[in-house]
C-alpha cells in the first residue's frame, strides 16, 4: 500500500502562484510514478501531469503547459506541483496519485493509489 498526503492548496488571485506537495509513505519503493489530476466543478477529473519515479520524466496537459511544473524529491517521498500564472479555470480540487508498473501517464486507471485532495480556488 502507499499513502498520499496533498498539501498546499488554497485562494490566490489571478496570476498568483501556488506550490502543491504530495508525500508518499509505506510501499514508496514500487511506485513508477506520480501524477496530479483535477476535478472542477461539474467536471470530470482530468490529467494536470505526471512525473517518472526513476528518470524525471514530465508530462503536462496542454492546458497547463508552460505554467505549471511537477517535480519530486526521491529522498522526501514527495511530488511538487509548482503553478504559475493562475487562471480562474485552474480552480478545482487537486489529487495526487501513485503509478505501480508501467503506463502512459495520462489516464486514471493506471493510478492505484490517490490522495484525499486539495482545493485550489483562483479568483478573477
Known amino acids: 500500500q502507499v499513502h498520499l498526503v496533498e498539501s498546499g492548496g488554497g485562494l490566490v488571485q489571478a496570476e498568483g502562484s501556488l506550490r502543491l506537495s504530495c ?3 509505506g510501499r514508496t519503493f514500487s511506485m513508477s ?13 482530468e490529467f494536470v501531469a505526471a512525473i517518472s519515479w526513476s528518470g524525471g520524466i ?17 529522498a522526501k517521498n514527495t511530488v511538487y506541483l509548482q503553478m504559475n500564472s ?14 505501480v508498473g508501467s503506463g502512459t501517464y495520462y489516464f486514471q486507471y493506471e493510478y492505484g493509489y490517490w490522495g484525499q ?8
Open 23 to 25: 508525500a508518499a509513505s
Open 33 to 45: 510514478a506520480m501524477g496530479w489530476f483535477r476535478q472542477a466543478p461539474g467536471k470530470e477529473r
Open 58 to 74: 514530465t508530462n503536462y496537459a496542454d492546458s497547463v503547459k508552460g505554467r505549471f511544473t511537477i517535480s519530486r524529491d526521491n
Open 86 to 99: 493562475l487562471k480562474p479555470t485552474d480552480t478545482a480540487v487537486y489529487y495526487c496519485a501513485a503509478r
Open 117 to 124: 485532495g486539495t482545493q485550489v480556488t483562483v479568483s478573477s
